[in-house]
């Protein structure tokens, strides 16, 4: 069964055992589509409110894209999981096999590219929670803010999963290249996710 079919309680129950997946890649890729999925509710409190009319042609993209995107991250789990089947393999080659650093490298790039594609895609979530805790119903708008957090949750989780990935690669220039775009990110968007959060408990906490 694919992890995004799991019941809530199956997947933590997995989580919680010796099973290689789900692990904090999987767990990553559920707090960002939860996060997004707050997101997409805050945006439909709002949608079709006449107090909220004017902003109406800006929320409905919003929400749009926020369902997409906690569609998005909801599937990585799985694509995490099987990007880590062929590097458990690789760590099982005998290390006098003259194929296996080149079976390595390979494998620890698979490996880190969902999570890399977490990171993206939940900074893209956090720009969205902006937009949501800017024009959303005040009586939804907490939501936002609980979705930020999770999304910042998400957006960690999955940059130390690229790089537990990266340390063991012998191309030092590309995982130079993807940990400087996860370090960029993940400081630039940590912050404005922060930041929703804290405008938010400003005005309605």
């Known amino acids: 069964m694919e992890m995004k079919d799991?019941?809530?309680?199956?997947?933590?129950?997995?989580l919680g055992s010796k099973a290689a997946v789900?692990?904090?890649?999987?767990?990553?890729?559920l707090a960002g589509a939860l996060g997004a999925a707050l997101g997409a509710m805050v945006g439909e409190l709002t949608?079709?409110?006449?107090?909220?009319?004017?902003?109406?042609?800006?929320m409905q993209p919003l929400t749009d894209r926020a369902k997409a995107l906690s569609r998005?991250?909801?599937?990585?789990?799985?694509a995490d999981a099987e990007a880590f089947l062929p590097l458990s393999r690789a760590y099982g080659i005998p290390?006098?096999?003259?194929?296996?650093?080149?079976e390595m490298e390979r494998c620890l790039r698979l490996a880190a590219e969902p999570p890399l594609r977490m990171v993206r895609l939940c900074c893209q979530a956090i720009e969205l929670m902006e937009g949501f805790a800017a024009m959303g119903s005040a009586l939804a708008v907490s939501d936002a803010a609980a979705g930020a957090v999770l999304c910042r949750g998400a957006l960690y989780g999955a940059a130390v999963n690229v790089k537990v990935n990266t340390k063991a690669m012998t191309d030092r220039a590309y995982a130079g290249r993807v940990n400087g775009e996860v370090d960029r990110l993940t400081?630039?968007?940590?912050?404005?996710?922060?930041?929703?959060?804290?405008?938010?408990?400003?005005r309605y906490c």
């Open 6 to 14: 799991m019941t809530l309680a199956a997947f933590t129950q997995a």
């Open 72 to 78: 998005e991250l909801l599937a990585l789990a799985d």
């Open 47 to 58: 949608l079709g409110k006449p107090k909220y009319a004017a902003v109406e042609g800006e």
């Open 187 to 202: 400081e630039a968007y940590g912050k404005r996710a922060e930041k929703v959060y804290a405008d938010i408990c400003g």
């Open 95 to 102: 290390r006098d096999d003259p194929g296996r650093p080149a």
């Open 22 to 29: 789900p692990g904090g890649g999987g767990a990553s890729a």
